[in-house]
C-alpha cells in the first residue's frame, strides 16, 4: 500500500464540493468561477492564433512579448522595474507559480509561516518539499494579522512566510501599517516571502492593493505571483506569472523547467498582444464591487451574518444564528435542501471551525437573485 505524502490534505473536500453541485444540479457559489465572458478581442486574438497554427512549444520563461507588457504593467502600477529576461517568468496558473516558488527556497526542516485561513494547496506544497508549515490564524473581526503573535512564531528555522492580499477566502487586505510591520519583522533575516497577488485588481472601497513589488526591502526578498484570471474572466487559460530578483528567478527557473515543459502558447501570444493596449483594471474593480454590494444588500435582514469583503469575489458569509453544526456538515446542508453549493471555510484550516461559508460573487444578478431568495427561505426554516 503506497503510504501517502499528504495525509491531512484536505484540498479533495474542495472539489467534493464541486462535484456534489453539478451532481444535484446545484447553483454553485463555491468555485471561483465566474459567469463573464472574456473581452470579445481578446477571445478574436486567441481564436487568430489557433488558426493561424501557433502551436508549438514556446520558451520555458514565457514568450518575450508577453513578459515585457507585464513588466511595463508592473512598473505603471508599483513603479518598480522588473527585466522581462531575467525576472518575470511566465506560469500554468497561480497555483504552479505559488508551488514552484516553495520549491525554489524551501528545504528539509525549514519551517514556513502560513496564515489561516489559507488556499489549501500552500501547505501541501510546504510538506512535500519537506518543508513544516506553521499555522499563525487571522484574527477576527476582519481577519487581520497580528504581528506580535508572529514575532512570536519567528526563530532560527523560519525559512519563508506565505502572505496573500488581497485575501482568498477572507476577502481582507493588507494596509500600509502591515507592510511596514512586514518589514520591520524581516529586515536583517534570511527569510524569503511568496506573495499570493493574484486578486490585485479587485480592492474595493477606494482602498489601493499594495504589492511587494513598492517595497525595495520587500521585493529583494519577494517572489510575486499573480494572474490575468480575474481581470480579464480567464482563469480557465491557466495563465499566471511571477516576479522576483534575478536570483531568486534562476532558482525559480531551474525548478520551473523540471515541474512543467510549456505552457499554453496560443493563450500566451493573445493576451501579449491584448496588452499592447494599456488594460483599465479600474473597471473591474468597479464592477466586481457592484456584485459585492448587490450581494450583500439581497442578504441584509436575514440571519446570515456579513462583512463586506474588501477584495477579491468571493464572500464569508456567517450562520451562527441558524446552527452549531460543523460548517461542512452546514454546507452539506445547505446543498441538499436549498440547492445552493458553498464552500466550507474549514477547507482552508487544518483543524478550527468558524462557521463561515465562501461564495463567490462573480455572477450574474439573475443567479444572486435565484442565491439568496434560497439563501433566505433555507434560512426561515432553520432559526435557532
Not at 144 to 160: F, G, H
Not at 266 to 281: G, K, M, N
Amino acid at each position: 500500500m503506497v503510504q501517502s505524502k499528504l495525509p491531512e490534505t484536505q484540498g479533495s473536500l474542495f472539489w467534493e464540493m464541486r462535484r456534489l453541485a453539478l451532481e444535484k444540479n446545484a447553483i454553485d457559489m463555491s468555485v471561483g468561477m465566474t459567469e463573464f465572458e472574456c473581452h470579445p478581442r481578446l477571445a478574436e486574438l486567441a481564436a487568430g492564433f489557433i488558426k493561424e497554427g501557433v502551436s508549438n512549444y514556446a520558451p520555458l520563461e514565457g514568450i518575450m512579448s508577453l513578459r515585457e507588457r507585464i513588466s511595463e504593467l508592473t512598473e505603471r502600477l508599483y513603479g518598480r522595474s522588473y527585466s522581462p529576461k531575467t525576472e518575470i517568468t511566465i506560469c500554468a496558473g497561480h497555483v504552479q507559480a505559488i508551488s514552484t516558488a516553495i520549491s525554489s527556497v524551501v528545504n528539509e526542516g525549514d519551517e514556513v509561516i502560513v496564515f489561516e485561513p489559507a488556499y489549501f494547496t500552500y501547505a501541501p506544497a510546504v510538506r512535500l518539499n519537506g518543508g513544516m508549515p506553521v499555522f499563525v490564524p487571522l484574527k477576527e473581526p476582519g481577519f487581520k494579522v497580528d504581528w506580535e503573535d508572529l514575532r512570536k512564531m519567528i526563530n532560527s528555522k523560519t525559512r519563508l512566510i506565505i502572505l496573500n492580499s488581497p485575501h482568498n477566502p477572507t476577502g481582507s487586505v493588507f494596509g500600509k501599517e502591515d507592510l511596514a510591520q512586514l518589514q520591520r519583522l524581516t529586515n536583517g533575516t534570511g527569510i524569503y516571502i511568496v506573495s499570493d497577488e493574484m486578486f490585485e485588481h479587485l480592492v474595493f472601497d477606494e482602498q489601493k492593493h499594495l504589492s511587494m513589488a513598492q517595497f525595495d526591502s520587500l521585493a529583494a526578498r519577494s517572489f510575486v505571483v499573480s494572474s490575468p484570471g480575474p481581470l480579464f474572466h480567464i482563469n480557465g487559460w491557466g495563465l499566471a506569472w511571477c516576479l522576483a530578483p534575478a536570483p531568486l528567478m534562476a532558482e525559480f527557473r531551474k525548478i520551473h523547467e523540471h515541474q512543467i515543459y510549456n505552457v499554453n502558447t496560443p493563450f500566451q501570444q493573445a493576451l501579449a498582444r491584448f496588452l499592447e493596449q494599456p488594460a483599465l483594471p479600474e473597471e473591474i474593480t468597479e464592477f466586481y464591487q457592484g456584485k459585492r454590494n448587490y450581494f450583500n444588500r439581497l442578504l441584509k435582514g436575514s440571519p446570515f451574518s456579513l462583512q463586506p469583503t474588501e477584495g477579491t469575489y468571493f464572500q464569508l458569509v456567517g450562520y451562527q444564528q441558524l446552527s452549531n453544526e460543523p460548517d461542512y456538515q452546514f454546507a452539506l446542508r445547505l446543498l441538499n435542501e436549498a440547492g445552493v453549493a458553498a464552500t466550507p471555510l474549514s477547507v482552508f484550516m487544518h483543524k478550527k471551525n468558524l462557521q463561515y461559508l465562501r461564495f463567490c460573487f462573480a455572477k450574474k444578478n439573475e443567479t444572486l437573485d435565484e442565491v439568496a431568495r434560497r439563501l433566505i427561505a433555507f434560512a426561515e426554516k432553520n432559526r435557532l
